[in-house]
């Protein structure tokens, strides 16, 4: 099962909207609306920001969002702040895989 | 409250066999639909899945990587332990345990991570 395509580097400024892609296949993203995101701020472990495509854990700040179409599933971070600033992984279940994460995107604040 | 502890050796030497454990509370592994899973991350590079274990002894294991690894879980203890055997430097990495949703789809806490590294 091959990792889901994510771009190596994102960035904006503080309040702008940024928009991170996790590209996968019909056999896992494209199937399955089961897709989630996860932040990692640097020597801390991943947290859980967005399941099952577009919803959001209690706590977890609405201006993140997200969404899918096709292969191709998006996360939405509005209004950005400078403790966005993280590494976002997306993951999705891909059935007798069971689950893949994507290369992971660094978001920078400018 | 729902924590996770991963514990093990921090160093382990090439083709040597390397067994973590994850000790966990505020959930129980008997109840319907909770697993605990296994996820690993190299220095500086991406989240890898390797094995989930379900409250019914149900176990998956990453494709690449199953003739290596066993899950298995001791409920009495909280606790669930997942073994590599033929340890390669290219399998230095941090090792999280990850505490999965009764839907099954989803890890929504995660323990801090321990490093093992692999080196003669």
């Known amino acids: 099962q091959s990792a889901l395509t994510q771009p190596a580097s994102v960035s904006g400024s503080p309040g702008q909207s940024i928009t991170i892609s996790c590209t996968g296949t019909s056999s896992d993203v494209g199937s399955y609306n089961l897709v989630s995101w996860y932040q990692q701020h640097p020597g801390k472990a991943p947290k859980l920001m967005i399941y099952e495509v577009s919803k959001r854990p209690s706590g977890v700040s609405n201006r993140f969002s997200g969404s899918k179409s096709g292969n191709t599933a998006s996360l939405t971070i509005s209004g950005l702040q400078a403790e966005d600033e993280a590494d976002y992984y997306c993951?999705?279940?891909?059935?007798?895989?069971?689950?893949?994460f994507g290369g992971g995107t660094k978001l920078t604040v400018l | 409250q729902i924590t996770l502890k991963e514990s093990g050796p921090t160093l382990v030497k090439p083709t040597q066999t390397l067994t973590l454990t994850c000790t966990f509370s505020?959930?129980?592994?008997?109840?319907?639909?909770?697993?605990v899973g296994w996820i690993r991350q190299p220095p500086g590079k991406a989240l890898e899945w390797l094995a989930l274990i379900y409250w019914d002894d149900d176990k998956r294991y990453s494709p690449s990587l199953k003739s290596r690894l066993t899950i298995t879980k001791d409920t009495s203890k909280n606790q669930v332990v997942l073994t590599m055997t033929n340890m390669d430097p290219v399998d230095t990495a941090t090792y999280f345990c990850?505490?999965?949703?009764?839907?099954?789809?989803?890890?929504?806490?995660w323990g801090q991570g321990t490093l093992v590294t692999v080196s003669s």
């Open positions: 990850a505490h999965s949703d009764s839907s099954g789809w989803f890890f929504d806490y």
């Open positions: 505020g959930f129980s592994l008997s109840t319907s639909g909770v697993g």
């Open positions: 993951c999705s279940y891909a059935g007798s895989s069971p689950w893949v």
